[in-house]
C-alpha cells in the first residue's frame, strides 16, 4: 500500500509540474527552476525569487508546495529541478544519490502555558506525552492534572517533522500522536489553543519564537538544553531540522547559482526575516 501511494504522489507531482518544462536553461539563455516541496519554506523563496529577479529579471522561477516528500519524488523524476526539503535526508535518499545543501536551521519547541510550572522534560517523556503513554503532569514533575495535548494539522510539515524527530526516534518508524486532545488547522491556532487551556502542551516552529510573550506562553527545556538559536544552530537542542536544497547529485550550474544566492548575506537576510537561523 505504501508503494502505491507514493507511485501516485510521484505521477501526480510529475503531471503537476511538467507543463513548467524540465530544462534550467532556454535556448535563449534565461534561466528557468522549478523548485517544489516544503510548505515550512514557501515565504523564504518567494522573497527570495523577487530579490533575485532584481539581478536577473529574466529568470523564471516556480514553487509549488506539496510537502518535503512530495520535493523528493519530483526531482527524482525530473519535473523539479530543487526539492525544498525541510528535514535531514534519509539513508535512502542519499542512496538514490540526492545531495542536499543547507541555506537556514530550524527547530520545534514544545509549549506551554508561561505560569504552568513544568519547565523541563526528556525528550522520552515528551514522545510519550504524544503517544498518550503518559497522561498526568505529575508524571514529570508537574502537578496531579490531566495533559491536553494539541496537534497541529496532519502531514503539516511541522506536525511531519514533531512525528519525525520526537516519536518515531524514541517509538520507532509506527508511532502516531494520540487521537484526543485538541486539533489545530496551523501553528498560530496551535499557540492559542495552548494559551487558553492551562493544562495543555503544544509544539510550534522556531518562527513563532518571538509570539510567545504576546500569548503567555513559554519554551520547555528538552534534555535540559533551553530552546534557543545558539543550541539550535549547533543542534544541542535535541528538536532540530535543516532547511534544504536537495538535488540529484551535484547541483546544475543553473540550480548553483540560486543556491549561492540563498546562502549568500542578501539570501541569508531573507533567511532571518523569516525568523529561521542563517548558516552563514
Known sequence: MKRITAIVMMLFVCIDVFCFGTKEQDPCGVMRLCIGGSSTMRWIFERAFDVYKE?????????????????????????YHIAAVSRELYKQEIRYGLCATTIAMDGIMLIVKDSFPVDDITLEQAAAIFTGEISNWSRVGGPDLPIVPVKNKPWSDTDRAFLELVLMRVYGDDARIRCDGIQTMGNRGMMRAVSRNRNSIGYAPLSKLHSLPDECLKALNINGVAFTHENILNRKYPITRPLNMVTVGEPSSEAVLFIDFLRSPAGQHIVDFFWYLPVR
Not at 57 to 76: C, K, M, N, T
Request: glycine share 20%.
Open 55 to 79: 539581478i536577473d529579471e529574466h529568470a523564471e522561477f516556480h514553487y509549488d508546495f506539496p510537502g518535503s516528500g512530495a520535493g523528493i519524488q519530483g526531482v527524482l523524476c525530473g519535473t
